[in-house]
């Protein structure tokens, strides 16, 4: 069959070599793609495929006789791409535009949570500055800021103060931000949950837990995630029977009341705190990089769960997991999640070609560039080394000895990755 990845970050590449691995797969496109999924798949560079162009997209599906498209990123979905595809009687996995509501307005997803009881923070959404200003002062802090639309990870303030939820609350208005939802800070442990649904049924399809901050001991200003593992030991059988029962289920079931249902990737972020899960936010496809451990898990089964999910068929097939843990660690351009350093985009990187590729071992591109025979630095979040093992900490001492293979100056990383649930490497 031929796939078509929308895409070209460190998820793609995940998503890219689990798919590949698939016998099934006898031709693999993924638009745009970057230098490390182009040792796999064919690339289709920006200029020939738009990927928020629904009709192009479809256009292209039909053209190239494309069996499967997989919408990676949530710029697509926003955009409409997955209508588009449905227009088209084109088999996708990725939700319409209404769906993806979920993911794209922060104050939606309240309501909807509002609507079926699912456990969330207190809330309230804001147009302007002066009444967020005047809400803030009458709840107080600790509080959480966000946008409430799209901001790749990286529109959440977790304000401690008064002053610095007030400061987050301008800056968001300011950098052009139409709207805001203040939330109750939730105490706890986050986790990430995932499934699949096809409208009518639902499949659980892993946990993970990311690493949020840029700097070591959590630390920092907040990333789209800068490494993260699998399984999650913080979700036990318990708490996802309930997280399924009180708020997986619940949404889905109102998001069909509204003539919506959701087709595609629900990624549900958690906040545990004494044996509870509440909801923090839904993501409408899979993180990163908790892609890039799921995938490593999976493994080639994965293109089977997508195809099911896009045909409806989600009832027949369960995901077959192994008893094994997964671990990456993200490297970032210095200067992430601000602009980079002066000598940080377009820098080599050198030692790539030292580490074997394996299913127990990748390093996933997420922005790089291939030039005259060099792997050069293309943006913020670059690698993310991935490596799965028997036990967490096997899979951390793995990952972290492939990491140093990698010759990158202008490159940083998280030192305690999997900290939460691991003693300290060494200890």
């Known amino acids: 069959m ?23 797969c006898d031709r693999l496109t993924v638009a745009p793609g970057n230098a490390g999924i182009a040792g796999i798949a064919e ?11 629904g009709a192009a997209v479809a256009a292209f599906a039909r053209a190239q006789s494309v069996d499967l498209v997989v919408i990676g990123p949530e710029a697509p979905l926003a955009a409409g791409v997955a209508d588009a595809l449905a227009q088209a009687a084109i088999p996708h996995v990725g939700p319409s535009a209404a769906a993806a509501r979920l993911e794209t307005s922060k104050s939606f997803t309240k309501e909807i949570c509002d609507a079926c009881g699912a456990p969330t923070a207190a809330w309230a959404r804001f147009d302007d500055a002066a009444a967020a200003r005047d809400y803030l002062r009458q709840t107080g802090a600790p509080v959480v800021v966000k946008a409430d639309g799209l901001t790749a990870g990286k529109g959440v303030t977790v304000a401690q103060t008064l002053p610095e939820a007030e400061a987050a609350v301008d800056a968001l208005f300011a950098g052009g931000t139409a709207a805001v939802v203040i939330e109750e800070f ?38 789209g995630g800068m490494g993260a593992y699998s399984p999650a030991p913080v979700v036990t059988p318990a708490i996802a029977a309930e997280v399924m029962a009180r708020i997986i ?42 892609a890039q451990v799921l995938m490593m898990r999976l493994g080639a089964q994965a293109l089977d769960l997508l195809q099911a999910c ?17 671990l990456c660690i993200v490297m970032a ?3 992430y999640p601000g602009p980079p350093g002066p000598n940080g985009q377009g820098s080599p990187i050198a030692g790539l070609d030292r580490i074997v590729p394996s299913s127990r071992l990748m390093v996933f591109h997420a922005a790089t560039r291939a030039e005259g025979g060099r792997i050069l630095a293309a943006g913020g979040r670059v690698l993310a080394v991935t490596a799965r093992a028997e036990t967490l ?35």
């Open 2 to 24: 031929h796939v078509l990845l929308l895409g070209g970050g460190g998820r793609e590449h995940a998503l890219a070599w689990a798919i590949r691995a698939n016998p099934k």
């Open 43 to 53: 690339c289709i560079a920006p200029d020939l495929l738009d990927i928020c162009d």
């Open 186 to 223: 939730m105490a706890g442990e986050e986790a990430s949950f995932f499934v699949l649904c096809d409208g009518t049924d639902v499949l659980e399809i892993g946990t993970a837990q990311d690493h949020k901050r840029a700097f070591d001991g959590d630390r920092g200003p907040n990333t």
């Open 249 to 290: 289920r619940p949404t889905l079931a109102e998001m069909a009341r509204r003539g919506t249902p959701f087709r595609g990737i629900l990624y549900a972020g958690l906040m545990i705190a004494d044996g509870h899960a509440r909801l923090v936010e839904y993501n409408t496809r899979f993180g990163d990089p908790e």
């Open 310 to 326: 896009a045909e409806g068929r989600l009832a027949e097939i369960a995901p077959i997991w192994a008893d094994d843990h997964a």
């Open 333 to 335: 351009t210095r200067g």
């Open 393 to 427: 900490a096997a899979a951390r001492d793995a990952a972290y000895a492939a990491l140093g293979r990698i010759d990158w100056p202008e490159g940083f990383w998280r030192r305690d990755i999997g900290a939460r649930a691991l003693p300290p490497r060494g200890a």
